[in-house]
């Protein structure tokens, strides 16, 4: 099989090695590894260069780097050792949210037929893929951003600009929120790794929630309580 994109179906979410992209060949600790041929995908992953940003344990994403540009960012959800994993339900509200502007504009998504397996042994298995606009960072990271600051102790006007973007940040992550719940949703991963924004010069430009792989349907609009409930676990990272 001519192999573009390969990784690991991994049982943790915190390991960093799982997936490599040096010359998008595969050196894993994991015995699981996946495969999808070349041929199925489109254009932009083909010619691109993938950046590894994170692998779970349904998906991985990888920037797209092309002439000395990378303005998208590939998803790509497999079906899972769960087969009743709703792989396309993620695509579907992923979609919708890009619609309302509440999740990154989608340019393309689709369908491939790859294989999953330990090296020896292979079975079939489905990928979903979803190429987004690229999102400059994670408001977890920007949080850790300001922990390094007031560790370093030196700039106080840039720590408090760093502050104020929070503010506005998980205000805007509140006003969206309520869109998702006035959508029939609301998600029940809320965390800063999940709401990622871009920043021109020094300021939040344009906040979005990602990740829509654990939505939940709501029929009632969102409570006080319910937005205190968001505000606390974006202002309180347990980790
Ligand atoms: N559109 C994007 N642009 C840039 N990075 C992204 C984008 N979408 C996701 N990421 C990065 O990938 C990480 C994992 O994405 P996510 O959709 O949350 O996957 P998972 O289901 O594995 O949690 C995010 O925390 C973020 O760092
Ligand atoms: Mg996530």
Redesign the pocket.
Known sequence: MDTIVSGSVKES?DSQDCWTTENLEVKLPSPWFYRIPNSCLPEPIKSGRLEY?????????F?IHKNDECKY?V?I?HDGTDINFPAKEEVNVSLLMSDHNIG?KIFLFGECQGECGDGSSWFKINFHFII?????T?L??YMSELDLLKNGKIDETKIQSYEENIETIINTAVDLARSIWKLGYKSS?VHG??L?FDLEHGKPLRV?W??F?TMVRVKEPMTKRDEEYIIDLLRNPPF
């Open positions: 979410r940003v994170s692998c779970g344990e349904n998906a991985s994403v920037l960012a998803k959800i990154p987004m606009e690229r999102m400059q994670t977890l990271s991963d790794g999940n990622m979005r990602i990740d792989e």
